[in-house]
């Protein structure tokens, strides 16, 4: 136990400066033409390199990055939505007639619509006749074929276009995120406006809720805060609460009433003009057990650790291995979790991964969750995240670093 000790204070340097409380203003909404002209510019050389004629997407994320176009409507599954990047000019959207006044407020230009929703040809034949209309330099075109990605179109129409394509269909999706790994610096703005939003109403929910009361009703309160503060939306907020620690991350709240000795897990993804951030914050309920105070007390020793490893040239391994050595030495029976961290951006969790054999080198302008966790005993776990964008002289929080004594529900 000393040794462990020893070995986390010898991180405590890294904590100067960082409990800096930031309130920004609150940026412009949308992004000019020149972004979406670096972006494309960006994935067309890209796709040079990854021998493609176009890229075909389908999902609302990649159709964002590329267009800047976002609907409500995503919710509704009826009608499939594309838009093609082509080796050299700007983006083609192919989209239901009903979003084409929308997607002309976009920088798009060349917009090209059927009337949708119609299941028996919903967009094939257009789009087949847009991707064969391109100029052939490779044969191939990508898909959202690969890691982290999925078409949103029915999967029978996807085979039937593939199959009736004089072009090979490949996987576009390391070209697809080759790409959106690396951050603009308006992108990140946004990363940094939400994070900010969420860190400001984290520090202000234990002076919000009191022992007695639910998750869900914790959850709640969160929320509207997060909402008054000028997020967008909140599509992420589990809860979850324990003796000690808690059993899993990803689900809740419950109804289950916030008890004296529990500890109060809650993770949000927020986001702002599309872009989300993606970290959480433990409180201890009343007086908790000395175990949860010392490992959480390790783990934001870990995550210092994690902050100071992500840098320009590294890799996603070493940063999981700057971790896992704290994370071992405090005891760690088990992480359920898979991992350290991860991306961040249009999505809640993105490419890369921490862990052992991803093998991802860091590069300047990625955003990246640093995020240890550990079970220390049989169904208690703990887990820290901050979010951070990797920068030539090295990482910056993004988050409100959170404060290493466990904040107080009375």
Same mark, same amino acid.
Not at 62 to 68: I, L
Not at 376 to 402: C, F, Q, S, W
């Given at each position: ?12 340097? /890294? ?28 994935? @067309? ?10 890229? /075909? ?68 034949? *257009? ?33 039937? +276009?593939?199959?009736? *394509?004089? /072009? ?6 390391? &070209?697809?995120? @080759?790409? =959106? ?9 946004? !990363? ?18 009191? !022992?007695?009361?639910?998750? =869900?009703? &914790? ?47 809650? #993770? ?23 175990? &949860? ?34 994370? @071992?030495?405090?005891?760690? !029976? ?9 991306? +961040?951006?249009?999505? *809640? ?13 860091? =590069? ?28 030539? #002289?090295?990482?910056? +929080? ?13």
């Amino acid at each position: 136990m000393a040794a462990t000790i020893s070995l986390l204070n010898n991180f405590l340097s /890294l904590t100067k400066g960082r409990e800096v409380h930031t309130t920004l203003s609150m940026p412009k909404r949308g992004f000019s033409s020149k972004e979406f002209e670096t972006r494309t510019s960006r994935a @067309q050389e890209i796709m040079y390199r990854h021998e493609l004629d176009a890229l /075909l997407v389908s999902s609302p994320p990649n159709v964002r990055y590329f267009t800047g176009f976002d609907s409500q409507f995503w919710e509704s599954p009826t009608r499939p939505w594309f838009v093609v990047v082509p080796l050299g000019g700007n983006p083609i959207a192919v989209i239901p007639e009903i979003g084409a006044p929308e997607m002309a407020l976009t920088w798009i230009k060349d917009i090209r619509t059927w009337p949708a929703p119609v299941p028996e040809d919903d967009g094939l034949s *257009l789009l087949k006749a847009t991707l064969e209309s391109l100029p052939k330099r490779f044969g191939r075109i990508g898909a959202e074929l690969g890691r982290e990605m999925a078409l949103r179109m029915p999967v029978s129409d996807f085979l039937k +276009l593939r199959d009736s *394509l004089a /072009l090979e269909v490949a996987d576009g999706s390391p &070209a697809i995120w @080759q790409a =959106r790994m690396i951050k603009t610096p308006t992108e990140i703005d946004r !990363i940094h406006f939400i994070c900010q939003i969420a860190s400001e109403a984290y520090e202000q929910l234990p002076s919000q809720i009191s !022992i007695g009361e639910s998750e =869900r009703e &914790a959850v709640r309160k969160l929320r509207i805060d997060i909402a008054k503060r000028g997020a967008d939306a909140t599509p992420f907020m589990p809860a979850i609460s324990g003796p000690g620690g808690v059993p899993q991350i990803v689900c809740g709240p419950h109804d289950r009433i916030i008890e004296e000795g529990d500890i109060l897990f809650i #993770d949000t993804g927020s986001t702002f003009d599309g872009y989300f951030c993606d970290f959480d914050r433990n409180y201890a309920v009343g007086k908790v057990s000395d175990d &949860a105070h010392r490992v959480h007390d390790a783990l934001w020793i870990a995550t210092e650790a994690g902050i100071r490893a992500a840098v320009p040239g590294a890799t996603t391994d070493d940063v999981f291995a700057a971790m896992a050595k704290i994370i @071992q030495d405090a005891g760690a !029976i088990g992480n359920n979790v898979g991992r350290l961290g991860h991306g +961040l951006g249009l999505q *809640l969790t993105e490419p890369p991964s921490h862990r052992l054999g991803d093998g991802t080198v860091i =590069r300047e302008n990625m955003v990246l969750t640093i995020e240890p966790g550990m079970e220390y005993a049989p169904g208690k776990m703990i887990v820290h995240e901050e979010n951070i964008a990797v920068t030539k #002289d090295g990482p910056r +929080l993004l988050t409100t670093r959170a404060p290493r004594e466990l904040p107080v529900i009375r």
